[in-house]
C-alpha cells in the first residue's frame, strides 16, 4: 500500500534491508530499536567496567566471565545479522551479514578458550573477548539504525507524497447536502466539496466557486494559480481560498498524484546499470574478503609466528572492515536521493536507468510546437480563393472535427460556430486530414504537400512569414489557405543559452514549414534546424546523431512524438501533469512547463553520477586502508566496525545531499559579461 515506501536495497516492502540486517521503517519499530541500542550500549559499558575492573578476579572464579554483560548486547544487536546471514546462506548467498558473524563468532571463541585458560591471558579490551563480541554487534545495530535514517533522508520526497495523499472526500447528495466519504469511494461524475485551506481529494473540474490553488506540491511551481469553472485540478494540490466544487473526473487509483507516486516507486525498483556494477563488484568483493581473512590467518600464524589467538583475531577484523556494505550502499542510495530531489522540484524520473542516461547527455533535441511554442496557437490570417472566408473556414474547421491536432483545434476556435457533421475522417501523419463535409471531399493539408495544385500566382502571394500555413482543397481543387502563429515559451531563450554554457548541442526537429521552423530557431538560438520532417524523418534524425557519437535527449509533449522520444538515448515530456500519457510515455517528465527546470534536470543527474563515482572511490579506498591496517595489526575488530559502519553512514549521507542540491543557475550569455 501507499504507506509502504520500497526500499532501495530490497525495492519493496516496509522493511530497509541494510547491509549486515533488516530494519523495521515504522516508527513504533523505530522506538523499539532504539531502546534496544540503549539497554546494548549499557550492557557494552558494563562489560567494559565489569573487566576493567577485574569484577570476575574479586568474585575468586574467572569461570564468572562466562556470564559477562556482553551477552546482552551481542543477543539484542547481534540477533538480526545471524538470521540475516542464515537467511541468505540458505539461498547459497555469501553476504557482509555473514562476514561479520563469522568475525563474532570467532571473538566468541576466544573469549570462551581464554576463559577455560587455552591460549592466552586475554585482551587488550579489559581481559574478555565477549567484549568485542558485543561491542561489534552494537556498532553494526548502531550503524544500521544510522543508514535507516539517512536512507529516510533519501526516501523523504515520496514520503511527502504519500502524506498529501488525501483520505476523505465530502461528495454532494441528491439533496444537496454533503456526506464525508473515503476518497477510495469517490467514482467519475461525483460532485466533490473542497473547503478554504484543505487539500483537493480529486482530479477534476471546477464547477462552482472561484480560488487560488497551490501545485508546488506537485509540480513545484510556488505561485498559486487562479482557478475558476472549468479550471482542471488535481489531487494532493490545495485550496487556499474560497469554496470549489469540484466534477470528479478520474478514481483515486488514477489521479495524477497517484500515478506520480507509483512511479517513483517503480522508478526504484528500477537499477541503473552503475548500480548493477557495483552490486556485481559487492557481490565479488564478500568472496574476495573472505579469502583474504583466511590468508591473513595462515601467514600471522606461520609468517610472521604470531600466536593463533593474534592471528584469528586479525582475521576476523579482516571480515569486519572489508565487508562491501558502504560500496552496496553507494549507487542506491544516490539515485534514490536523486529521484528525490527531482520530484521535489517537480520532475518526475522513471527509473535510475534513466537517471544515469539523462547524466551521460551532450545533446538536447526539441519538437516545435508545444515544447519550444506555448502551443496555443491562434489563426493569423485567412486567404479565400474563389470562396468566401465564412464558408472556407466551416469546410476547414468541420473537415478537422477528429481531429487533435494543436492546428486543427486552432482552426475549430476561430470558427467558432457549430461544425458540420463529418464523416471518413483519415489522418495523413505529417501531412494533414481527410474528410467529408457536406458530401464534398474535404483535405486541409501542410501547404508544400499540395503546392502543385495551387495555382502559382496564389501560393507566391502568400506571406509565410515564419508562421505555419495550412491549404485547403475541396474536392481536389483549391480553395483557400489559413496562417497560423504560435508564440515562444517564457524564457526558452535563456535555456538554450544555460544549455550551450553546459556544452549541450541543441537541435529542433519539427514538422513544420522551413520558414516557421527558422524563424523560431534563429530567435532563440538553436544550433541546428530541421524543419518539414514526418515521424520516421524524426526517427531518423536522431538516429544520425547517435550515430555521430552524440547522447541524445529528445524532448517533446509525449503523444506526437513517441517515435522520436522511444528512439532517443533519453526521453523528457513537458507538462505532463494531468497527461497520463505523456507520463506514460516518457522516462522522464517536466510536470508543469516551467522550462528553466531542463538546465535543472540536467545537472541534478550529472551531480548524482558524480555522487556515486564519489562513493564508490571513498568505500574502496577506505576498505584497503583499513585491511592493510589490520593485517598489521594497528586496528582491532572494534576499531573495524567503527570504520565499517562510519563509511557506510558516510556514503549515505553523501548521497542524501543531493535532496538539498539547488542546481544553480549559471549566467547565461546575455548577462555573462555584466
Known amino acids: 500500500g501507499d504507506q509502504e515506501l520500497a526500499s532501495c536495497c530490497s525495492g519493496g516492502s516496509s522493511k530497509a534491508e541494510t547491509c549486515c540486517g533488516t530494519v523495521d521503517l515504522g516508527k513504533k519499530n523505530k522506538t523499539r530499536q532504539m531502546v534496544l541500542l540503549i539497554v546494548s550500549l549499557l550492557s557494552v559499558v558494563a562489560s567494559y567496567l565489569f573487566s576493567e575492573f577485574h569484577v570476575y578476579h574479586l568474585l575468586g572464579s574467572q569461570y564468572w566471565g562466562i556470564l559477562d554483560p556482553a551477552w546482552i548486547a551481542i543477543v539484542l544487536s ?64 548502531i550503524g544500521a539504525y544510522l543508514e535507516d535514517l539517512t536512507i529516510g533522508k533519501s526516501k523523504s520526497a515520496i514520503e511527502k507524497l504519500i502524506s498529501m495523499k488525501p483520505s476523505i472526500a465530502l461528495i454532494k447528495q441528491g439533496d444537496g447536502t454533503y456526506k464525508e466519504v ?25 464547477i462552482q466557486g472561484n480560488s487560488a490553488v497551490d501545485y508546488s506540491s506537485i509540480n513545484g511551481e510556488s505561485i498559486p494559480v487562479e482557478c475558476t469553472v472549468g479550471s482542471v485540478v488535481f489531487a494532493g494540490t490545495r485550496n487556499m481560498s474560497g469554496a470549489l466544487e469540484i466534477e470528479t473526473t478520474k478514481r483515486t487509483e488514477e489521479t495524477t498524484l497517484s500515478k506520480i507516486i507509483a512511479y517513483i516507486k517503480e522508478a526504484e525498483k528500477k537499477k541503473a546499470p552503475v548500480v548493477r556494477i557495483a552490486d556485481k563488484w559487492a557481490s565479488y568483493l ?19 609466528k604470531l600466536s593463533p589467538m593474534e592471528g584469528v583475531s586479525r582475521a576476523a577484523t579482516v571480515l569486519v572492515v572489508f565487508c562491501p556494505c558502504a560500496l552496496a550502499l553507494a549507487t542506491p542510495i544516490a539515485v534514490a536521493a536523486g529521484i ?4 521535489k522540484k517537480g520532475i518526475l524520473i522513471k527509473s535510475g536507468s534513466a537517471l544515469e542516461s539523462l547524466a551521460k547527455i551532450d545533446t538536447v533535441a526539441f519538437d516545435k510546437t508545444g515544447t519550444l511554442t506555448e502551443g496555443k496557437l491562434r489563426v493569423e490570417e485567412i486567404y479565400p480563393y474563389e470562396i468566401e472566408k465564412e464558408e472556407l473556414m466551416m469546410y476547414a474547421a468541420s473537415a478537422e472535427a477528429k481531429s487533435e491536432h494543436p492546428l486543427a483545434k486552432a482552426i475549430i476556435q476561430a470558427y467558432g460556430k457549430s461544425l458540420e457533421d463529418s464523416d471518413n475522417t483519415v ?52 480553395a483557400g489557405a489559413i496562417a497560423i502563429s504560435d508564440t515562444l515559451r517564457k524564457d526558452i531563450a535563456d535555456v538554450i543559452s544555460e544549455l550551450r554554457l553546459m556544452n549541450m548541442k541543441t537541435v529542433m526537429l519539427t514538422g513544420d514549414s522551413t520558414g516557421a521552423a527558422n524563424k523560431v530557431g534563429e530567435e532563440i538560438g538553436i544550433d541546428t534546424i530541421k524543419s518539414q520532417l514526418m515521424p520516421e524523418d524524426k526517427v531518423n534524425a536522431i538516429s544520425e546523431l547517435k550515430n555521430e557519437g552524440a547522447k541524445v535527449l ?32 516518457a522516462e522522464s517528465s517536466l510536470l508543469s512547463d516551467d522550462m528553466k527546470k531542463i538546465p535543472v534536470l540536467l545537472r541534478l ?70
Open 78 to 141: 547481534g540477533y538480526t545479522l545471524y538470521v540475516n546471514a542464515f537467511k541468505k546462506l540458505k539461498k547459497k548467498k555469501i553476504t557482509s551479514s555473514l562476514l561479520v558473524s563469522m568475525a563474532m563468532t570467532a571473538s566468541i571463541i576466544i573469549g570462551f578458550l581464554v576463559i577455560f585458560g587455552v591460549g592466552g591471558s586475554g585482551h587488550d579490551h579489559g581481559g574478555t573477548y565477549f567484549f568485542v563480541a558485543g561491542e561489534v554487534a552494537f556498532i553494526m545495530a
Open 554 to 585: 529528445m524532448i517533446g509533449d509525449g503523444v506526437n512524438d513517441a517515435a522520436a522520444l522511444a528512439s532517443s538515448d533519453c526521453s523528457l515530456a513537458i507538462g505532463a501533469m494531468g497527461s497520463s500519457v505523456a507520463m506514460e510515455t
Open 286 to 304: 564478500v568472496v574476495v574478503s573472505l579469502i583474504i581473512s583466511i590468508a591473513v590467518l595462515f601467514i600471522g600464524i606461520f609468517g610472521f
Open 340 to 343: 528525490g530531489s527531482a520530484s
Open 427 to 478: 489522418s495523413l501523419v505529417g501531412n494533414g486530414v481527410e474528410s467529408v463535409v457536406k458530401g464534398k471531399k474535404v483535405g486541409v493539408y501542410k501547404l508544400d504537400y499540395i503546392k502543385d495544385i495551387i495555382p502559382k500566382e496564389e501560393y507566391n502571394n502568400i506571406p509565410l512569414g515564419g508562421r505555419t500555413v495550412v491549404g485547403v482543397l475541396i474536392e481536389e481543387k483549391y
Open 182 to 206: 473515503n476518497v477510495a469511494e469517490v467514482v467519475p461524475g461525483n460532485i466533490v466539496l473542497v473547503r478554504p485551506n484543505e487539500s483537493i481529494s480529486v482530479d477534476g473540474v471546477v
Open 605 to 674: 543527474a550529472k551531480r548524482t553520477l558524480l555522487t556515486i563515482r564519489i562513493n564508490i572511490t571513498l568505500s574502496l579506498a577506505i576498505s584497503f586502508v583499513a585491511i592493510i591496517l589490520s593485517m598489521l595489526g594497528y586496528i582491532d575488530a572494534v576499531i573495524g566496525a567503527l570504520i565499517h559502519n562510519g563509511s557506510s553512514t558516510l556514503v549515505c549521507i553523501h548521497s542524501a545531499l543531493l535532496l538539498l542540491y539547488k542546481a544553480e543557475k549559471r549566467k547565461t550569455e546575455k548577462n555573462k559579461n555584466i
